[in-house]
């Protein structure tokens, strides 16, 4: 098959600093009057890169990647400084929606000048007007100044401009969150169908979900370099996996030196024995003073069947009021190895500010797990996950029998949290999987 994109050595750098502004007395002092050259860094370098007609490929990578570098080049803004890329057909680009409106023009002229911009004549904008104006949602709308509309509305006529434009190359940098959801899923679905024709479309997008379920390919960026380029759902799986190891780093470092050293040790109702810095970690500004594993009938256990339900109840303590914490529980196997994994914040179970004491738990509705030995860890996490206030590790132990059907795989068919406090009253979640 033809490529659509080629790039070869591929390379982009930036200046720091002006060089010829005028210097701090501090500046001076360190470095004496003598100027030196400009700094420069690299935002792309040494950049292979062959994409097939029609595939679609996602560009990921941690901010300041390169992404929105190598979609500019591709789109023409801008020169590389150093080897060559060449993008075969008319190219489109939603790199930066609204770029080129203006506040005292109407959504009409608008259009028209916006379209004309994007690549195409006049006549072209004219007998694709209806279709625009019927996709963005504003025929009601189109005749009044820009400077009327929301934000909302706006960003939904220059999306619905970018897509008319026809191309054989389209660029995306992230702009798929457009509008209400209603509207984004009509975006969405224009992608499918313009992918569907068999137009080349290179993503980017912090949405790794995205990338895995709408790409064929993905391209893995980091500093300015390729990590890995390949099937999107393997690059993405490798992607995410480095960045929660990153982060997760990030956040044992910084527990760790946040946990005390003088606790007495905390015995549970289960049985297990906490110790700080042995298998309890954390702050202790908020403290998880027992923790259950409870079946289906809410007894206590520590052994189930594949496809029974397993309830994970904590008692958690708030001498201060603690805004939005974050509460986590994982089930991992040999060598830590993580099995199922959930927390408030990936179930979108936002807890208020928390004070006193209260109960959180999670219930695994037909939990399957292989047959063998599991350890259920738990904790309650700083809004942002920077660190951890009370992570009990490696301390409730699971075994899953042989008995049942559907041993070899690892799920849940329901995750449900639940909260209950003196200060929020009950609230409930269920998220099917």
């Known amino acids: 098959m033809a490529l659509a994109i080629e790039a070869r050595q591929l390379g982009k750098r930036f200046r720091r600093y002006d060089p010829h502004r005028p210097w701090t007395f501090q500046e001076v002092v360190a470095r004496g009057w003598r100027r030196g050259g400009p700094e420069y860094f690299w935002g792309l370098r040494e950049i292979d890169l062959a994409i097939e007609a029609g595939t679609t490929v996602g560009v990921i990578g941690a901010n300041g990647a390169g992404k929105s570098t190598l979609l500019r080049l591709l789109g023409g803004i801008g020169q590389p400084d150093e080897g060559s890329i060449k993008v075969h057909g008319r190219v489109s680009g939603l790199l930066s929606l609204g770029a080129g409106f203006h506040s005292d023009l109407t959504g009409r002229e608008n259009v028209l000048v916006t379209g004309i911009i994007g690549g195409l004549?006049?006549?072209?904008?004219?007998?694709?007007?209806?279709?625009?104006?019927?996709?963005?949602?504003?025929?009601?709308?189109?005749?009044?100044?820009?400077?009327?509309?929301?934000?909302?509305?706006?960003?939904?006529?220059?999306?619905?401009?970018?897509?008319?434009?026809q191309s054989s190359v389209l660029l995306i940098d992230e702009v798929l969150a457009v509008g209400d959801l209603a509207f984004q899923r009509k975006c969405l679905n224009r992608i499918l169908d313009l992918k569907a024709r068999g137009v080349t479309i290179v993503l980017v997008s912090h949405d790794a979900a995205t990338v895995a379920t709408l790409c064929e390919e993905a391209l893995w960026l980091e500093s300015g370099r390729i990590v890995e380029h390949g099937p999107a759902p393997s690059v993405v799986n490798h992607y995410v996996a480095m960045m929660r190891a990153r982060a997760q780093?990030?956040?044992?470092?910084?527990?760790?030196?946040?946990?005390?050293?003088?606790?007495?040790?905390?015995?549970?109702?289960?049985?297990?024995?906490?110790?700080?810095?042995?298998?309890?970690?954390?702050?202790?500004?908020?403290?998880?003073?027992?923790?259950?594993l409870?079946?289906?009938?809410?007894?206590?256990?520590?052994?189930?069947?594949?496809?029974?339900?397993?309830?994970?109840?904590?008692?958690?303590?708030?001498?201060?009021?603690?805004?939005?914490?974050?509460?986590?529980?994982?089930?991992?196997?040999?060598?830590?190895?993580?099995?199922?994994?959930?927390?408030?914040?990936?179930?979108?179970?936002?807890?208020?500010?928390?004070?006193?004491?209260?109960?959180?738990?999670?219930?695994?509705?037909?939990?399957?797990?292989?047959?063998?030995?599991?350890?259920?860890?738990v904790g309650v996490y700083q809004q942002d996950w920077s660190y951890a206030y009370d992570y009990h590790y490696n301390s409730y132990p699971l075994r899953m029998r042989a008995e049942g059907a559907g041993c070899g795989a690892m799920e849940a068919a329901r995750i449900i949290w639940r909260h209950e406090s003196q200060d929020s009253g009950s609230r409930r979640l269920a998220r099917v999987r």
């Open 121 to 165: 004549t006049r006549a072209e904008v004219e007998r694709e007007f209806d279709s625009i104006v019927d996709f963005a949602e504003l025929r009601d709308a189109i005749d009044a100044p820009l400077r009327t509309y929301s934000s909302g509305m706006e960003m939904r006529l220059a999306f619905a401009v970018a897509i008319h434009v």
């Open 249 to 292: 780093q990030r956040n044992e470092a910084e527990t760790l030196s946040r946990t005390p050293g003088d606790r007495p040790p905390l015995r549970t109702s289960s049985g297990a024995t906490l110790e700080v810095r042995r298998n309890r970690f954390g702050s202790l500004e908020m403290e998880l003073i027992d923790v259950q």
């Open 294 to 377: 409870l079946d289906s009938y809410g007894s206590p256990t520590a052994e189930i069947v594949p496809g029974d339900c397993l309830n994970v109840e904590i008692l958690y303590d708030a001498p201060g009021a603690i805004p939005r914490p974050v509460f986590g529980v994982t089930i991992t196997g040999n060598g830590g190895r993580v099995c199922l994994d959930t927390s408030t914040d990936r179930e979108d179970f936002t807890l208020p500010l928390i004070r006193n004491r209260g109960t959180i738990s999670v219930r695994f509705e037909g939990l399957r797990l292989p047959a063998g030995l599991y350890h259920v860890d």
